[in-house]
């Protein structure tokens, strides 16, 4: 498995992905090239396409590294499938984050009242693709924020805490992988910086 990083007081791992750049590239060189097809565009969009039923080489490729990713987080932090030891499989939706895309700097998580029940996954990934020298820790770095200390799973639109409590500065090929219900967002930035995103279901094999 590739170099990782627990999250402090998060469930929530960091994924260098640098030894797989040239496995996973030409997958990531595909999205920037069809910006239009995979792009998040308002919300409930109706033209992103599903890349994950995109039957080419360099997509079934990202599949294989990123599944891996996922199976290694859930097994080994996520806090309704760690140390389980059971086999799934993975309904995963995705989308091209592009300089232009607002929605993840707003503070959310993958969880009601943001999404419906029914699109909730277990797991979300941010893998960062392209971005110039100016993304930073002061300019585009990924903030988490609190947990609610009561309910934590009300449906709520903002944490309590609106102040974040770690901040993470993006590197190229590196992958935030996190419970869904865990705040965070994309601090606003002024530049150039492309990123992945995937919510995944992880569903018991039978």
């Known amino acids: 498995m590739t170099n990782k990083f627990k999250v402090p007081n998060f469930n929530a791992m ?14 990531c060189n595909s999205l920037i090239d069809n910006t239009q097809m ?10 992103k396409l599903n890349v994950w039923e995109t ?16 199976f290694d987080f859930l097994d080994t932090v996520h ?3 760690a140390g389980k030891g ?19 700097q707003r503070i959310h998580r993958h969880w009601q009242p943001f999404l419906r029940a029914d ?12 971005q110039d020298d100016t993304i930073g820790m002061d300019n585009g770095c990924f903030e988490f924020y609190e947990d609610l200390k009561e309910n934590p799973l009300s449906h709520v639109w903002l944490p309590e805490n609106l102040n974040p409590v770690y901040k993470y500065a993006p590197i190229p090929y ?3 992988v996190m419970a869904s219900d865990v705040w965070h967002r994309a601090k606003p930035f002024i530049g150039t910086r492309y990123s992945f995103a995937t919510d995944a279901k992880a569903l018991l094999e039978i």
């Not at 995979?38 to 033209?47: C, H, S």
């Open 14 to 27: 960091i994924y260098d992905l640098n030894d797989y750049k040239e496995l996973i590239e030409p997958f």
């Open 38 to 47: 995979y792009f998040l565009g308002p919300d409930d969009e109706k033209n």
């Open 55 to 70: 039957n080419t080489p360099e997509v079934k490729m990202f599949e294989a590294v990123i599944d891996s990713i996922i």
């Open 79 to 81: 806090p309704r499938f």
């Open 86 to 104: 059971q086999n799934y499989y993975l309904d995963k939706d995705s989308w091209l984050n592009t300089p232009n895309s607002w929605q993840g």
């Open 119 to 130: 699109e909730i996954g277990d797991v979300t990934t941010v893998l960062y693709i392209k």
């Open 174 to 176: 590196t992958m935030i």
